[in-house]
């Protein structure tokens, strides 16, 4: 089936460290990925997403690749801030559908 | 644009109370979702429409309708609430077209408890 793995949480960092969450997933078919954050109180706000093998997505200073061979979209940060605590969504569609899967998240903690 | 609104913000409701979450976008999307968000599961499809008149099951519909007479308006029906509908309920849009592909836009969810 199609589903979504991502390490557990909570993260916690002190500011200007190197983050990295990581999303390995299942696809039956050809999947599209993306990652999605959600601040406090407020829904889910897409963060950047890649269609198809090799392409990076960024934005904000994040990063992911979508890795084939080893079915992973890991989301990375060379610098957090304490803006950037959140909980970060890993995300699949598969077959070009609108029916997306999430993985269960993880909270991230920025320190000052 | 005001987006996609849901309403109420906070429910409680007793067990075997009936109830309708509101879901409305501005954007004219054709595809809108219902998701419930619980602790330590992520998000998980409750029911999708790809269009007015067209509505599917996701991942967990037991104990919940949906209907879409109109591209802008999507609600959620609880017709006999259980404590275990206890959650965060998020309503999403996104364009058709490119499918999965596309971007969803979410709402600001609806605190639902069920005593």
């Known amino acids: 089936g199609n589903s979504v793995t991502q390490m557990e949480g909570p993260v916690t960092l002190s500011e200007e460290a190197f983050l990295t969450i990581n999303c390995t997933y299942t696809?039956?078919?050809?999947?599209?990925l993306f990652w999605y954050v959600q601040y406090p109180g407020e829904g889910l706000q897409l963060l950047l997403k890649?269609?198809?093998?090799?392409d990076k997505g960024s934005n904000k200073g994040f990063e992911a690749t979508y890795r084939k061979e080893t079915t992973s979209f890991h989301l990375e940060k060379g610098s957090v801030q304490v803006s950037d605590s959140a909980v970060y969504f890993c995300?699949?569609?598969?077959?070009?559908?609108?029916?997306?899967?999430f993985g269960s998240g993880t909270k991230l903690n920025v320190k000052p | 644009n005001a987006g996609v609104t849901q309403t109420p913000k906070f429910q409680v409701l007793k067990t075997g109370q009936s109830m309708t979450l509101q879901c409305a976008q501005d954007?004219?999307?054709?595809?809108m979702s219902w998701y419930r968000q619980d602790p330590g599961m992520g998000l998980r499809l409750i029911h999708y429409?790809?269009?007015?008149?067209?509505?599917d099951q996701g991942e967990v519909p037991n104990g919940y309708n949906v209907s879409r007479s109109t591209t802008e308006d999507f609600p959620l029906r609880l017709l006999s609430a259980a404590p275990s509908q206890t959650s965060v309920y998020f309503c999403?849009?996104?364009?058709?077209?490119?499918?999965?592909?596309?971007?969803?836009?979410f709402g600001p969810g609806t605190r639902l408890t069920v005593l």
């Open positions: 999403a849009s996104s364009p058709s077209g490119s499918g999965g592909y596309n971007e969803q836009f």
């Open positions: 696809a039956t078919g050809y999947p599209s």
């Open positions: 890649a269609t198809k093998a090799d």
């Open positions: 995300a699949l569609s598969v077959n070009n559908f609108n029916k997306f899967y």
């Open positions: 954007m004219n999307h054709e595809y």
């Open positions: 429409s790809v269009g007015a008149g067209i509505t």
